[in-house]
């Protein structure tokens, strides 16, 4: 379907890291060639795009949402697409069109009904959500920090946590369930959060506060080396952080996690950082084949097994490379490279009608960060040092980088470095938590 200029209509879903990058290539790309390029929309349920990866420090408070934050709007303005605000809910494929769900005020107020978008490429990328495995109690009484505003409102509770055990004297125990690099990572920025209080003048606070870390297998960072776990569980135990591994969780209450033995670990903040899986709508989304985790299942050049017009990439979609035992891991770099990928390649598909060749993946290996304690990497199963780990500094420096990265495919080489220096001058003259 094109519009009455003959527009081809490109629509990206989802903007995280695969969907923003995509969006914003390939609109600046198009927006040179003139009226008869194709036409690019971004469709996402929020205002904002964050680097997943950094979505611990929001949440934490170690870093200011305001600062890392990309608006859909000015990026849009800046980079020749288009952003369409709301949420996909499903999809019509004998129409080719999406349809949104309503979009409500947090009062309830109906602010704008339902409605469709059409599109002749779609591109899913809408990323993944935390899974409780049907884990009794944990959509009632657990926190997550999957998106923008889920770390925001964290954020925001877990100062009032912290202002209500100063003033009333009380301690706070905080539970994370999940011992992957989010649940691992944010339990550092959590010990980050209260030494930087206490050196604001929050006496007494750590003595008041307790985290615990919680993992069903037997060694936190099953995807990483095993020096690699024991070191940042040894570390996490130095920061005073409990490390609870083969532990199965089978209930979430108001008053803490009721564990596989049947005992009851008490936790008056309780956050779910275990699992993923897409969102649920796509299990059922007219008859693409999905996984279990509600992944869209893909060919090698990332279009739908049941429509070729369909794309699905990142968290969102499994694809079993030949000879792998298993489907891509749900991964910020997975997504990255499948983005640059379709990049590549769109736009031979989509104005000569040429067939995509399949995505090559390497493995880059991987990074963890415990704030400004330390970093630990391994440099996986790509070049002639494949398999080796390192830590320290070089870890902290590569897993900044990995960011700045980001920020300059967004942004341009010079725009991107201005943003590093501006976080550099904020980190001298702001104060390094947020006190808000």
Request: aromatic residues 6%; positive net charge; charged residues 20%.
């Amino acid at each position: 379907m094109a519009d009455t200029q003959g527009r081809h209509k490109l629509l990206v879903v989802g903007g995280g890291v695969a969907g923003l990058e995509i969006a914003t290539l390939l609109g600046r790309r198009w927006r040179k060639a003139g009226a008869q390029a194709p036409q690019v929309s971004l469709l996402d349920r929020d205002f904002a795009h964050v680097w997943k990866p950094m979505l611990h420090t929001i949440a934490a408070g170690t870093r200011d949402i305001s600062q890392q934050q990309t608006t859909y709007v000015a990026q849009a303005h800046d980079s020749g697409f288009s952003y369409q605000p709301g949420e996909m809910c499903g999809l019509s494929r004998a129409t080719r069109e999406i349809l949104i769900a309503p979009m409500l005020a947090p009062d309830g107020r109906l602010l704008v009904p339902a409605r469709r978008l059409p599109y002749d490429t779609l591109i899913m990328a809408l990323g993944s959500q935390a899974n409780d495995f049907g884990t009794p109690g944990v959509a009632e009484h657990c926190m997550c920090i999957d998106s923008r505003q889920q770390a925001d409102a964290f954020n925001r509770e877990i100062r009032l946590r912290i202002l209500q055990c100063l003033a009333q004297d009380t301690a706070l125990s905080i539970a994370i369930v999940g011992g992957g690099a989010t649940g691992v990572e944010l339990a550092a920025e959590l010990v980050q959060l209260m030494q930087t209080a206490v050196a604001y003048g929050a006496a007494g606070l750590e003595a008041r506060i307790s985290i615990t870390l919680i993992e069903s297998g037997p060694r936190l960072l099953a995807a990483f080396p095993q020096d690699i776990s024991a070191a940042t569980q040894a570390r996490l135990a130095s920061l005073g952080v409990v490390v609870k591994t083969a532990t199965r969780v089978s209930a979430a209450t108001a008053d803490g996690f009721v564990l596989g033995d049947g005992s009851v670990l008490p936790a008056s903040l309780r956050v779910w950082a275990a699992g993923v899986k897409a969102p649920d709508f796509l299990a059922q989304i007219d008859g693409l084949e999905t996984r279990p985790g509600n992944q869209l299942v893909v060919r090698p050049s990332l279009q739908t097994t049941e429509d070729p017009a369909i794309f699905a990439l990142g968290d969102c979609a499994s694809l079993s490379l030949p000879g792998a035992a298993r489907p891509l891991p749900p991964t910020a770099q997975v997504a990255h490279q499948q983005a640059q990928h379709l990049v590549r390649h769109l736009p031979a598909f989509i104005t000569r009608g040429k067939p995509l060749p399949d995505f090559v993946y390497r493995d880059f290996g991987a990074l963890v960060s415990l704030g400004e304690y330390d970093a630990y990497g391994s440099l996986g199963k790509f070049g002639l040092l494949k398999d080796v780990t390192f830590k320290g500094r070089l870890a902290q420096l590569s897993h900044v980088m990995l960011y700045r990265t980001h920020q300059a495919r967004l942004h341009g080489f010079w725009r991107g470095s201005l943003l590093w220096w501006i976080d550099f001058l904020n980190s001298r003259l702001r104060a390094s938590i947020r006190l808000d």
